[in-house]
């Protein structure tokens, strides 16, 4: 049975609402305040976002990491303050001259390691305020250039008529599409914004998994089933190592304590030295970095009570 108020929920935000207003009325469907997210949408973006509740708001940290991948609609010949279709229009230009190859050309030249100046209209902070409350302030707002990674960019449409195109964009965390959209206007000397945005993919999360307010009112109603769109905290760190202890070593490692290599029931490698340690129901105790075979282990987290 899922344990609503201490899971990781893969949700599909709606287009128009910030990413706290999301998780607030999740929160009130959901019945429980303790309640986060791991990576913000902007309020014009629709797609997943994920949610955490009670015990595995701890875990929100862990899925910051993860590459996202986006599907994104670039309008040309129109560039704003916002970088976006909300802001001020703050010049048009002519997109006669540029046709679907140059276009393909152009996007092929965003791919790999680039150096990537975020939109003045954002979140990120000038000692301590926000971007994009100094921007509405008429401040100037001067944004360091920052390296990011994209993955890929396939462009999957391309209308001239209308003057869009619609891309797929898989990247690090930190890149920002819309300053994608505007580097691609100013490579191709037409200018842009980004029209629309959708998160599909948040690290090993998928958006088709995901649920949207409506399905989870269902859910909490009964009329539907919601296993598809909640994980354990346990599941949903499948990409860690997993140490597997006995009941002794688990009162040894819920009061912090070290536990020898021989309470382990058993290990398993994925390659990465964060591991889950759990009990044999599969109940996530703690987060750990540890070298095997040397057998040190360093908690990162530890639950006071078995997370499942």
Not at 203 to 212: E, K, L, P
Not at 236 to 255: C, D, M, P, Y
Not at 283 to 290: P, S, V
């Amino acid at each position: 049975m899922t344990d609503w108020k201490n899971s990781v929920i893969l949700f599909d935000k709606h287009k128009g609402i910030t990413s706290y207003r999301a998780i607030e009325e999740a929160g009130r469907l959901l019945g429980t305040r303790k309640i986060g997210h791991s990576g913000t949408l902007d309020r014009a973006a629709s797609g997943l976002l994920v949610i955490c509740t009670g015990s595995a708001t701890r875990l929100t940290q862990y899925f910051l990491e993860g590459d996202k991948r986006y599907t994104a609609t670039i309008r040309l010949g129109i560039v704003t303050d916002t970088d976006d279709g909300e802001g001020e229009v703050l010049d048009t230009r002519d997109i006669s001259r540029v046709d679907e190859r140059k276009v393909r050309e152009a996007a092929a030249g965003f791919t790999g390691t680039l150096r990537q100046r975020p939109p003045r209209y954002s979140a990120l902070k000038i000692k301590g305020k926000r971007a994009s409350d100094l921007a509405r302030q008429g401040a100037r707002v001067d944004l360091a250039e920052r390296t990011v990674t994209i993955r890929s960019l396939e462009v999957l449409e391309v209308d001239l008529e209308r003057g869009s195109l619609v891309v797929d964009v898989r990247c690090s965390k930190g890149t920002y599409i819309r300053s994608l959209a505007r580097d691609l206007g100013e490579a191709l000397g037409t200018g842009a914004h980004m029209a629309e945005l959708r998160r599909t993919e948040s690290g090993m999360f998928r958006v088709g998994d995901a649920a949207t307010i409506e399905d989870l009112g269902a859910i909490m109603a009964g009329e539907r089933d919601g296993a598809h769109c909640a994980l354990s905290p346990f599941e949903a760190l499948e990409g860690f190592g997993v140490i597997t202890v006995s009941e002794g070593a688990k009162r040894k490692v819920l009061n912090g304590a070290m536990f020898d290599r021989s309470e382990a029931i058993g290990i398993v490698r994925t390659g990465t030295p964060r591991y889950r340690v759990a009990d044999e129901g599969k109940n996530l105790i703690a987060i750990a970095e540890a070298d095997i075979d040397n057998w040190t282990v360093h908690y990162l987290n530890v639950f006071n009570a078995p997370s499942h």
